[in-house]
């Protein structure tokens, strides 16, 4: 078992089916920290409004985050733009978990980071919102051919690998996007007083020196499967978690590995989400502004 000072995950995109819940599920029994971000787009409320989908290994992912919140660890939930909805909860805790705005996280050093999921910064998200739209319906087709992709790899004694984060680091259009994304957060960070930046946004795992502040990208759970850590000892670095390390821990086969699927068992909704977060989602607009 690991321990950490603090831990950021985001972009886990639950309840649809290029979330890699399985190697996530096998994280979480694996590592604990102190405090326990949560930077944005957990639930995919966008996918969750055209097709609800919801499997066990996705119930089971919030069970282990609610679980590590009644032991003790601070949870810290900032809601992105697929998720949304649930910024209208701001100032709430469910089941333990604080959901908040953003967030300034002290280093043991004394480094002050501004927390934040950044789709707030993203000028596709405030001014062609439709176009966001279209890019999603687009990005989830290639995780479908990368969930197939990596499927066949494994079988041939390969480890996984995100075709999708490779085509789109052959993009110079992504790539273009990815740099200026990086320095508006920087900037965003300076303007804020803070010695720099943690987000997601942008599934793109990343630790570098922007204009003298620190930028960091905790990466995402469908492409990357990476986190961010704090040692305590304040070293800050990013965890490629690709290999499911222990035994499985929950019914399902992971994506990519071999075996006997477990029979199924019914899916039963997280009781301290069902009265307000997940109603939430059926409730977010589908208008596209």
Known sequence: MNH??????????????????????????HNEADTFYLVGDIIDGWRLQKNFYWPQSHNDVVQKLLRKARK??????????HDESVRQFFGMSFGEVKVVEEWIH???DGRKLWVTHGDLFDSVMQYAKWLAYVGDSL?????????????????LGFQYWSLSQYLKHQVKNAV????DFEHIMAREARMRHCDGVVCGHIHNAEIREIDG????????????????????EGELKIVHWTHIHGDPVHDEV???????????????????????????????????S
């Open 4 to 29: 950490y000072r603090a831990i950021w995950i985001s972009d886990i995109h639950l309840g649809t089916p290029g979330c890699q819940a399985n190697y996530l599920l096998d994280f979480l029994k």
């Open 72 to 81: 003790g660890t601070e949870v810290i939930y900032i809601p992105g733009n």
């Open 106 to 108: 002290t280093t043991v």
């Open 139 to 155: 990005y989830t087709f290639i995780l479908f051919l990368n969930r197939y992709f990596n499927r066949i790899r494994v079988r």
């Open 176 to 179: 273009s996007f990815i740099t």
């Open 213 to 232: 502040l620190l930028y960091c990208n905790d990466g995402d759970w469908v492409e990357s499967l990476t986190a961010l850590v704090e040692t305590h």
């Open 254 to 288: 992971p994506e990519g590995v071999t075996g006997k699927r477990a029979p199924a068992r019914p899916v039963e909704v997280v009781p301290e989400l069902e009265p307000a977060l997940l109603d939430s989602f059926s409730q977010q607009t589908s208008s596209v």
